[in-house]
Structures are given as C-alpha cells and as structure tokens.
C-alpha cells in the first residue's frame, strides 16, 4: 500500500502536480513512517511548492532516518538554501559529500550555496545595480518556476542552459548577452508571466524527479554539445544503484566461491560477509557463509548464519529450498556439537524442518545417521553389565515362579543394559516358548548363536522350538550343529532322540521311502545318533 501512494506521489510530481505529490507522499508515510525515501520525496514537493519550511522539516527527518544516505543532505541543503539560510546549505552540502565525495549534485548545490552566500555578502556591502529584471532571477525561486512549468522544465537537464540562467542570475545585465537564445527568452517568459512559443525539438526533457535547485553545472563546450541521456525519475537512480550493489555482491560471491574451493576458508568468509554488505536480500551468501564455518569446525558461527538465513528467507519469502539448505546445515552443525544422545534431539528435529520445507536425500541421509548416532549412544550410556546380571538373576526367579511374562520384561532389561550377553537371549527365548511366542523364541536362540557359537543351550533352544513347530528336520540338524561343539551334552542328545522318533513316526505314514532314506542318511552322519539309534530301548522304541 505504500509503495502504490508513493508510486501515485512520483507520478504527480512528474506531472507538476506537487500538491497532489504532497497528498500521496504523506498517505504512504502513514503507512510507512520510518521509509526515509518518502520523507525525502516529500521534501522535494514541498520544495517546489516554495514551502521550504515545510521542506526543510522533512529533509530534516530522511537524514535522522538515514544519515549515510548523501540525497538527504542534498535534500536539507536544498532546504536550508531555499529559507535564505546559506551557511546551514553549505554545512548539509559537506555533510552530504563527506559520505558522497564524488556526488556532482553535491558538489553543484555546494557552489550554488556559496554564491548565494557571496551575493548575500555582496549586497549588504553595497546596493545591486538596478536591472528591470532583477526580481525575476532571485536564488531559488528562479529555478523552482522554471522547474514547475512544463515548458523549461526539461531546460533544466541541459549544461549550456543553465550555465547562462546562472549567469544571469549573478548578474542581470547578462540577460543581453542571451536574448537570441530562444530557451532563455522561454525562460524570461515563464519568470515574468509571459507567454512566448515554445520552442521545438527533442530538448523538452522531464527533469529528475524531486530534484533541488538545479546544481552548477560545470561542463566544457564540447559536453554541452552532447546529447543528453534520458532524466530518471526521483527512485530510478536508487533502483540503478541497488542494482550495481547486488551485481558486486554477485561478484563478491563468486570470489567466496573460489576460496571456498581452494580451502582457503579465511579469504572466502570475507568476500561473503562482503556481499552480504552489499546486498541482504540473497540469503545464499549467508548459506555459503555458513558452509564455511562448517567446514572451518566453527560450529557455532554457522548455526547463527543459519537462523539469519531461515529468518531472513521467511522475510523475503525466498525458495522452499534455500530455507531446507540453512536448515540442514545447521542439523550437521548441531549434529557435529552432540556428545550424548540427547545433544541429537535438536539436530534431528531440525533435519525434520528441513525435509518438510524439501525433501532431499542428503538431508534424508543426515536425519537417519543421527537417529542412529542417538541410539548407539543411548545404548552406550546404558550399558552396565552389573545391572545386566542383576536383571537376568531376577528373570531367572521368575521363570522358576512360571511367571514367564515378568521373566521376558527383566531378561529384556538385562538385555538393554547389556545387548552382549547370550545367556539373557537363551534365558527370553526359553520364556517365549513357554507362552507359546515360537517366532520370538527362535530369533532370540539364534542371536545367541551368533553371539557365541560354542554356547549348547543356544543350540538346544534352537532345537525345541523347531521341535515344537514340528519342523523335525530342522531341529535335528540344529541340534546335530550343537553336538559338533559340546558332543556329551545330553540335552543334545535328548533333542536327537525326539527328533529321530518323529522322523520315523512320519516314516509308517505320509513319507516317501526316498525322503525317509535321506533323514536317515543325515542321522547317521553322527557317532552320537548312531550311539542312540544302535541302542536297544531306541531300537525297541522304533
């Protein structure tokens, strides 16, 4: 909404309409009182309405909002000078090109302000040379009506114009020395109230919009012959001017680039703080930034840069993935920072962020590297094999007592406190065949297996499950596997025994003679089970 009155102001001002440009400037200051482009728009109108009263409390305003901004000295010299007041327009005019030193309308609105104070000087020393015209060349009364009408404004733009206005302004009588110069006597019209043809041709410009006094041009003979470029509106040369400062912040980046490349880390942090200077609407340059610090182990500094980014992005409502790339850089930052399980909560959660804002594999892959970072850890913290025994002691209790689901919970802790421990697995998978959990049983017989290979329980866990699922030929070669480290176990044994009755129980029924022949053949590859089968009871049993 400010931007729209303020575009309104602009137009009006363009237009001559400098009441209106003063309505619209002052509707868009309501809704933005601390933009000091406005306050300066303003003080341009107001000048040009000879309100320099008026002009000069705005102008006052843009510097105390933006005191590096040299057009708000320009504006407050302007001011000064249209009250008369010429000592406070060359003091603004400094002020403006200490931060500007190069500025021509500075340095233009500076020389005016001298004349004007040399003239003052002048006059109190002795009387002016009567001139008919005199009136009509007064300071900057002279150059806010030739400004005003449509006819002289674009005059204004062109060097040899008003090299002679000044001229004559200095000294009336100069005005013969012009009079063939039909701009001039357009000039003397507009000053005097006369009407005089307007002339023709491409020279009718449109001045810069809310421009001062015109300064002192000071251009040789061979530049006034020049075609004059295009006037910009009051905002074009600050929009030129961001524009140049974004493509050095552009080039800035590119230099950070580069050092980043070489790993010459110090030399990019700086080109990148450089184009951040330069331009605080491109949060990449934060991100890159914090790449840096990431990589420098300055983890710190890149969370910060991060937050700048993701804070700044929502501003400016930058792209979903610039904020998941802050995002993701900061989750390895804090993830680079953990040292327990908990220092990984943060980082996860901020991974999560990222995936929601764009879900990309790296960050996929960074989210699932912490999560199970934490869990190691978790389980590193709460390891104790003191504790472990403990709990496997109280399991054991319970099992006696057959309250197998208290045994499960405490072997399970034990596990928890030492996931090493292939007693504790043996220990569960026995309470689970008791409630008749055979699937959970059997992972837990073969993790303790493969914790350790030469434990028979594990084996003859193993094996009565099977048993008990009724996959006869699997429990025997478990069991068989079993015999291979501890041949004496009865338990074993036992195990092959009930395996061999049930394989030849199948035998007189549902089994091929082959398929028996085989079973037998895999027995028999034992000293033990041909031990058990050449036994009379096994042989009467059969």
Not at 151 to 176: A, C, H, S
Not at 212 to 224: D, I, L, N, V
Not at 287 to 305: P, Q, S
């Amino acid at each position: 909404m400010a931007d729209e009155a303020k575009a309104k102001g602009n137009a009006a001002f363009s237009a001559g309409d400098f009441s209106t440009a003063v309505r619209h400037f002052t509707e868009a200051i309501d809704l933005s009182p601390t933009n000091h482009v406005l306050y300066s728009n303003r003080s341009a109108a107001y000048a040009s309405l000879h309100k320099y009263a008026e002009a000069l409390v705005d102008a006052k305003k843009t510097v105390e909002l933006k005191r590096d901004w040299s057009k708000g000295y320009s504006r407050l010299g302007a001011a000064h000078l249209g009250l008369n007041q010429h000592q406070d327009a060359i003091a603004a005019y400094r002020k403006g090109l200490e931060i500007d030193p190069n500025n021509e309308a500075l340095k233009s609105g500076l020389a005016d302000a001298q004349a004007a104070a040399a003239a003052a000087t002048s006059r109190s020393r002795a009387a002016p040379p009567p001139s008919p015209f005199g009136d009509a060349f007064q300071g900057a009364e002279m150059w806010a009506k030739l400004t005003a009408d449509p006819t002289t404004r674009g005059y204004l733009q062109q060097p040899d114009f008003v090299k002679m206005m000044q001229e004559i302004q200095k000294n009336p009588n100069n005005l013969n020395l012009y009079l063939k110069d039909q701009r001039v006597m357009q000039a003397l019209g507009v000053l005097l109230n006369i009407k005089f043809r307007a002339p023709t041709g491409d020279d009718m410009e449109v001045p810069e919009e809310g421009s001062p006094p015109p300064p002192m041009q000071r251009a040789s003979e061979s530049e006034a012959k020049k075609p004059e470029p295009e006037p910009e509106s009051m905002e074009l040369t600050e929009e030129k001017d961001a524009k140049e400062r974004k493509e050095m912040a552009k080039k800035e980046k590119e230099a950070g680039n580069a050092a980043y490349k070489k790993k010459d880390f110090e030399t990019a942090i700086e080109h990148y703080t450089k184009a951040l200077e330069l331009d605080d609407e491109d949060i990449s340059y934060l991100t890159n930034r914090a790449a840096v610090y990431l990589e420098m182990g300055k983890y710190e500094e890149c969370i910060k840069d991060c937050d700048k980014a993701v804070e700044r992005g929502r501003e400016l409502r930058s792209d979903f993935k610039m904020i998941a790339r802050a995002l993701t850089r900061k989750g390895t930052a804090l993830a680079k920072l953990a040292k327990c399980s908990k220092d990984y909560e943060p980082a996860i959660e901020t991974f999560q962020k990222a995936l929601t804002e764009h879900r990309n594999p790296d960050t996929l892959k960074k989210l699932n590297d912490a999560e199970k970072a934490k869990k190691e850890l978790e389980q590193q913290e709460y390891f104790d094999p003191r504790i472990a025994d403990e709990e496997r002691e109280k399991g054991n209790e319970c099992f006696k007592q057959q309250k197998y689901p208290e045994a499960v919970k405490h072997y399970t802790e034990s596990l928890r406190r030492n996931p090493k421990d292939p007693k504790a697995y043996s220990n569960r998978a026995a309470c689970y065949t008791k409630l008749g959990a055979l699937p959970e049983g059997l992972k837990d017989a073969e993790k303790c297996i493969e914790l350790d290979p030469t434990f028979a329980k594990g084996y003859n866990r193993k094996g009565a499950i099977q048993f008990f699922m009724k996959e006869y030929d699997k429990a025997l070669e478990t069991y068989q596997e079993g015999l291979k480290h501890d041949a004496q176990n009865q338990e074993l044994l036992d195990g092959v025994r009930r395996c061999v009755e049930q394989i030849n129980k199948a035998s007189r029924g549902d089994i091929s003679p082959e398929e028996l022949k085989e079973r037998q053949a895999k027995g028999m590859q034992y000293p033990e089970i041909h031990n058990i089968l050449s036994d009379p009871v096994m042989i009467q049993v059969c």
